[in-house]
C-alpha cells in the first residue's frame, strides 16, 4: 500500500449528510482521492479512499432509505 499526502486544510469542508447534532465528518477532494476526517478531530489523521469508491459511497447514501435528506 502506498502512502498519500492528505489534502492541505484549506481544501476540508463538511459533508452535507452530516448530522446536526455535531457528528460529522469533513471531506476534502483532491486528484482521484477523497480524504475523510472527523471534524471534531480535525488535528488527527483521517483516511483517503478512491474518488470511484467515495461516488459509490455517496450512491448508497442516497439509496438507503433513512439517510439523511440534504
Known amino acids: 500500500m502506498q502512502s498519500v ?5 484549506t481544501d476540508w469542508f463538511k459533508s452535507s449528510y452530516s448530522a446536526a447534532n455535531n457528528e460529522c465528518i469533513e471531506v476534502a477532494h483532491a486528484l482521484r482521492q ?3 476526517r472527523d471534524s471534531k478531530l ?3 489523521s483521517g ?3 478512491s474518488d470511484h469508491a467515495f461516488a459509490q459511497f455517496v450512491a448508497g447514501l442516497k439509496e ?3 439517510a439523511p435528506s440534504r
Open 34 to 36: 477523497v480524504g475523510i
Open 42 to 44: 480535525s488535528s488527527r
Open 64 to 66: 438507503t432509505p433513512d
Open 47 to 49: 483516511f483517503t479512499i
Open 5 to 9: 499526502p492528505f489534502p492541505p486544510a
